[in-house]
């Protein structure tokens, strides 16, 4: 008994003892390691059996601007930024006839909304191209690179321009 109440094993069974190990019929021995006898921690990790024991090291600035998309080329994105712009602009004088013009021509809205849409996804799929998202040193095989972003931007924008060229009459 402690402190009134009957001490139960956590695992069940029967009664867990109470009071001072001597006085539990063990002669003395605790059912847990003393200090001295607990093994290091350093001991006790196990070590990851499919590890070659080396550090990895930090990637050169080179390496990382290119895996995080950093800037590989200001002015391939600029060129194409500049492009961009100024292709822009006489689909918008086409939108804007389109819309305003008499009689309202709903092929020419389509087709120029869908050019819009396909001049900047066009453009971030030429600017990975330009970067050297096409490049790819092992892994997957060749096609698979232009199915994921950036590249599969530009197959996406080819589709947007089709689809402008067969709405507008």
Not at 50 to 68: C, M
Not at 101 to 122: D, E, K, M, T
Request: glycine residues 14%; aromatic residues 6%; without cysteine.
């Amino acid at each position: 008994m402690y402190g009134g109440y009957p001490a139960q094993d956590p695992r069940g069974g029967s009664r867990a003892p109470v009071g001072p190990p001597q006085e539990w019929g063990g002669g003395g021995r605790t059912p847990w390691p003393s200090e001295h006898q607990v093994p290091h921690q350093a001991d006790t990790m196990q070590r990851d059996p499919t590890s070659t024991g080396e550090v990895p090291r930090a990637k050169s600035r080179a390496a990382r601007s290119a895996a995080s998309g950093g800037a590989g080329r200001p002015l391939a994105g600029i060129a194409i930024l500049l492009v961009t712009g100024v292709l822009t602009l006489p689909i918008l004088a086409v939108l804007v006839d389109s819309v305003v013009g008499r009689p309202l021509s709903a092929s020419g809205v389509v087709a120029s909304v869908l050019v819009l849409l396909g001049l900047p996804v066009g453009a971030i799929g030429f600017y990975g191209l330009a970067t050297g998202a096409a490049r790819s040193s092992s892994g997957p095989p060749p096609y698979a690179v232009w199915l994921r972003p950036p590249l599969a931007f530009i197959p996406i924008a080819l589709a947007l321009f089709t689809a402008a060229g067969l709405a507008a009459r």
